[in-house]
């Protein structure tokens, strides 16, 4: 398990001290896939790397498997990361070494024999799909296959934790949902821990168990994905679910209330049909979404009520009686 306490991050500047992290304190439990996400510049970059020592807080301590790894010597911190591997946006291959070489590279700084780290690397080639591309250069490379020997790489040393940041940013939808599925596949396979970092809910909810939402240096909020998406408490996790460029916002109806299907009976019910016809009164549907979680649906919709209000409390009346979880829209 990481255990993440009080865990603060300042970089002195000469127009004065910037906070990145402020008592960030979270549990990322053994063989889940931990999402965090939030905005750029909310310091989940930060967190990430100051969880294997990349970045050193400023205050707080990390604590994994029941170890402080903060104030550990520099030859122990070294012996400790090789049970964390890390992949990156930008790939970070060495391009004078061909795949081959790359994902032996870790290993020959573990001391790791030739032959068997050659033998290591032609093994996960197999596993993240790449065996036919062990002679080939990063140059030659297409970014899904660049990522792929990245994540090799990154298990070279057989990790129990892999930390990743932003590491489908640069890639296209469907290289990213490929390379997401090989992630879902490594944490079942081999019960690797796996922290992903992002600023896109799609990829949370495409793989994650659990979420921690990072909001201007702080945890905005922390739980299941499913509960999350359909219950958000923070602000910032909503205009994450909801993207403010959905602009039904700006219209000028009725008021608007956010309906919230809970997964077991109501998302496959056709609410807002029989709401409709049994309330005389049309309503306008400005936001509606669902995504599936553990094989359970879960789905939320905004509508904008009509102006008047006998008919506009028909319908919440409507709601209420049939247990449809709803609330005001701000």
């Not at 049970?83 to 291959?93: R, Y």
């Not at 049909?273 to 599936?292: G, K, Q, Y």
């Amino acid at each position: 398990m990481i255990q993440i306490k009080h865990l603060g991050k300042t970089y002195p500047m000469a127009s004065g001290n910037v906070v990145a992290l402020d008592d960030i304190n979270l549990e990322i439990p053994d063989g889940q896939i931990f999402g965090i996400i939030g905005l750029s510049g909310a310091g989940k970059s930060t967190l990430v790397r100051c969880i294997n020592l990349l970045e050193k807080p400023t205050a707080g301590e990390v604590i994994i498997d029941g170890r402080s790894i903060t104030q550990l010597p520099g030859k122990e911190l070294l012996k400790l990361r090789q049970s964390i591997g890390m992949i990156f946006q930008g790939f970070n291959l060495l391009e004078q070494r061909n795949v081959i070489g790359n994902i032996c590279f870790p290993l020959e700084i573990a001391g790791v024999d030739k032959v068997k780290a050659v033998k290591r690397a032609e093994e996960l080639l197999r596993l993240v799909g790449l065996e036919e591309k062990g002679k080939a250069y990063p140059s030659q490379l297409s970014g899904g296959q660049k990522q792929r020997v990245a994540i090799a790489r990154a298990l070279a040393t057989e990790p129990k934790y892999l930390l990743c940041d932003e590491a489908t940013s640069a890639l296209d939808p469907n290289t990213t949902r490929q390379i997401l599925d090989l992630l879902k596949e490594i944490n079942e396979k081999l019960g690797v821990t796996i922290v992903v970092i992002t600023h896109e809910m799609k990829v949370i909810d495409r793989i994650c168990d659990s979420v921690a939402v990072i909001d201007s240096s702080h945890i905005a909020e922390v739980g299941k994905v499913s509960e999350v998406f359909t219950n958000p408490k923070s602000q910032i996790a909503r205009d994450l679910i909801i993207p403010k460029e959905s602009n039904f916002f700006e219209t000028k109806g009725g008021r608007r209330i956010r309906l919230t299907f809970d997964g077991e009976k109501k998302t496959n019910d056709t609410i807002i049909s029989r709401m409709v016809l049994e309330c005389h009164a049309a309503v306008n549907i400005l936001f509606a979404d669902t995504r599936w979680y553990e094989g359970v649906g879960y789905g939320h919709m905004v509508i904008e009520l009509p102006n008047d209000d006998h008919e506009a409390k028909k319908i919440t009346d409507w709601l209420t009686a049939r247990d449809v979880e709803w609330k005001e829209e701000i």
